[in-house]
């Protein structure tokens, strides 16, 4: 069944390509289908387009239908082109001519707009928890270790001490960074885009203030073409708080990597979080910082792929509009397991107390030895030229009593004003 069918079969051929990966997308989409086509119904019984019993009839139905879906028991079978194809075939199965008036004053282009939009409202959200979990996570590390010294690098050479609660916030408020993007990707999908049919508008007399309240949008898309415009956009600003996050992750994951190694040995964790060589022994391989660091690189290439995708179309619909879904479905899947898999492994993370007793750091505190020299009245200029001849002759004895105390530094890495930042936010 097709819902643009007037009679003229296509080959199977060419149904298989133009059907694609919908109906396996649709499967997670069609509970959200089901709840605009309830809230368009009873819309449809109110201004009159419908009776009040048909559309009371209609939403039995389709809550019914609702109910199968949330047991697992729905299904998109071959025939059917998509979920909204399969959910009118069973209306109209079950309630005959009422049945096959669901689609009055609406098109498919709506349908899976206001779908698409639901889906990501509640999957922006999802992340969003996640994130704040994670938040919350690499605070109460930063805490625990905030006085445990860690070398910092700049170019990957021994820059100056850095301390692992400074490292681990770092990371917490780069976080809440990522979270303006998804509550502005939130604020870009809040707009209810129901009602305008296939990107003009209908000649029928709906009310698209009722299903916005119907279905908790904050606004509405007024114009009927800026709604059917969004298609694609949604998808890519959401795609972009997905980048920010996936950077974020993928620094963090790398840098993980990095400190697990022989070469750092900042960190370890349990055997049960790292695997093992076909023929080494000896390794502790950190493949799931590797994978989360591969599945975040991909994912920032996301926002591209929809503009490419996306770049030159003129308004109204076209086709490769439905390639967005196969994007950004997987994708919203992917990110969601990269944050767990994070906050679960980082649990089990163990650091290391001793970094600095290896002389390979004593640099680190040069640069507050020469603040010292400063603080005691040799203008910096000069101090910086006699701290670099004591270190070119061998002098240099370093001091490793670390004073830093403004806020945000080693000895004040502000976890609480960040935790007050996050909470902001919201």
């Known amino acids: 069944m097709k819902l643009w069918d007037k009679g003229i079969s296509t080959d199977e051929k060419t149904d298989q390509f133009t059907v694609g990966q919908d109906r396996e997308f649709d499967l997670l989409l069609v509970k959200y289908d089901i709840q605009a086509s309830i809230a368009h119904a009873q819309m ?14 209609l939403e039995e139905e389709l809550l019914a239908i609702g109910e199968q879906v949330a047991q697992g028991d729905f299904t998109i079978e071959k025939e059917f082109e998509d979920m909204h194809s399969k959910i009118e075939f069973l209306l109209t199965e079950r309630l005959g001519d009422t049945g096959k008036k669901v689609h009055t004053a609406r098109s498919r282009n709506d349908q899976v707009l206001v779908a698409m939009q639901l889906y990501l409202k509640d999957e922006l959200k999802a992340i969003r928890t996640l994130s704040k ?3 919350d996570q690499l605070t109460a590390l930063a805490e625990t270790h905030k006085d445990t010294l860690l ?8 820059a100056m001490p850095s301390s692992f609660g400074l490292w681990l916030g770092a990371y917490a408020e780069t976080l809440i960074d ?3 993007l998804v509550d502005a990707a939130y604020k870009v999908c809040d707009q209810n885009p129901l009602g305008s049919a296939a990107g003009y508008g209908s000649s029928f007399p709906v009310d698209r203030e009722f299903t916005t309240k119907a279905l908790g949008f904050s606004t509405l898309k007024y114009n009927a073409v800026a709604a059917q415009m969004g298609r694609g956009k949604v998808e890519k600003y959401t795609a972009f708080s997905l980048a920010g996050i996936a950077g974020t992750l993928g620094k963090f994951a790398m840098d993980i990597c990095l400190y697990l190694s022989q070469n750092f040995d900042f960190i370890s964790f349990p055997d049960q979080l790292t695997t093992g060589s076909s023929i080494m022994p000896h390794k502790k391989n950190p493949d799931i910082f590797e994978l989360i660091r591969g599945k975040c690189n991909k994912l920032q290439g996301l926002p591209n792929t929809l503009a490419l995708l996306t770049t030159n179309l003129p308004s109204g619909y076209h086709r490769e ?5 196969e994007l950004i479905v997987p994708a919203i899947q992917e ?6 898999m994070t906050h679960f492994a980082i649990a089990e993370m163990q650091v290391n107390t001793d970094i600095l007793e290896d002389p390979k750091y004593d640099y680190l505190f040069s640069v507050d030895t020469l603040n010292q020299m400063v603080l005691d009245g040799t203008p910096f200029r000069e101090a910086y030229k006699i701290m670099g001849a004591s270190i070119e002759n061998g002098t240099y004895a370093p001091n490793k ?17 960040i935790r007050q930042k996050m909470e902001a936010a919201k």
Do not use: R
């Open 44 to 57: 449809l019984a109110k201004v009159g387009l419908i009776t009040n019993e048909e559309g009371k009839a």
């Open 133 to 135: 979990s994670l938040f």
């Open 151 to 158: 070398p910092g690098y700049t170019h990957l050479q021994v």
């Open 178 to 180: 990522d979270l303006y």
């Open 321 to 325: 509009l439905q390639l967005c879904k």
């Open 335 to 340: 990110m969601k397991s990269c944050i767990e």
């Open 401 to 417: 009593s670390v004073n830093h105390t403004h806020l945000g530094s080693i000895g004040n890495p502000a976890i609480a004003e």
